[in-house]
């Protein structure tokens, strides 16, 4: 075999290595008692490399398996579905610091406005799982409050909508890695 034959030979060998190591990540299921059992058939959370996924949660107490608030609390049903977040990213080696997008699905309620998830609540109570205590002042954000969150606030998108899973309030899945 000539030089140029053998380099073609071991750069294809790299190439076959590398594409080896980079396809033997499996996918690993993330499960914990202390969240909530799947209410269908998907995994609360699915780790895939340094990534963890979690699943939508809604503010089920995990000992109960029932909504843990009446249906207009927000404050409650945005702090049972943080402990959950918490619980699922605890149970992959994270921490709600290791967040680096969400997305949040609140429930617009029905025509009246009746059982509607107040954004106001839940951005300052959302905002105090990451350590903001300054959201309570309509002039406030974590930038400009001087107080700096325990957590870099990851990336959110919000959606305003009906048919959340049991009519929850609202429902957040998150996204995180180190």
């Known amino acids: 075999m000539n030089k140029r034959n053998m380099k073609v030979v071991l750069a ?3 190439v076959l290595v590398l594409a080896t190591v980079a396809f033997a990540k499996e996918p690993k299921d993330i499960y914990t008692d ?3 059992a799947p209410l269908g058939f998907y995994s609360q959370g699915i ?8 699943s939508g949660q809604i503010p089920i107490d995990p000992a109960t398996g029932l909504l843990v608030t009446p249906l207009n ?5 945005t702090e049972q579905v943080m402990k959950n977040i918490e619980a699922i990213l605890d149970e992959a080696g994270l921490s709600l ?13 029905d025509v009246s406005g009746t059982f509607a998830a107040s954004s ?7 905002g105090e799982a990451f350590g903001c205590t300054c959201l309570n002042s309509p002039t406030c954000s974590q930038w400009d409050c001087g107080h700096k969150p325990k957590f870099v606030p990851p ?4 959606v305003v909508g009906k048919n959340i899973p049991k ?12």
Do not use: C, H, W
């Open 120 to 126: 106001a609540v839940f951005n300052q109570t959302y």
């Open 97 to 109: 610091g290791d967040i680096i997008m969400t997305t949040v699905y609140l429930n617009s309620g």
């Open 167 to 178: 009519n929850a309030l609202l429902e957040v899945s998150v996204i995180a890695g180190k």
């Open 34 to 36: 202390a969240a909530p």
């Open 155 to 158: 990336a959110r998108a919000s």
């Open 73 to 77: 609390d927000t404050k409650v049903a």
């Open 47 to 54: 780790k895939f490399g340094n990534l963890v996924f979690v």
């Open 12 to 14: 294809l060998s790299l």
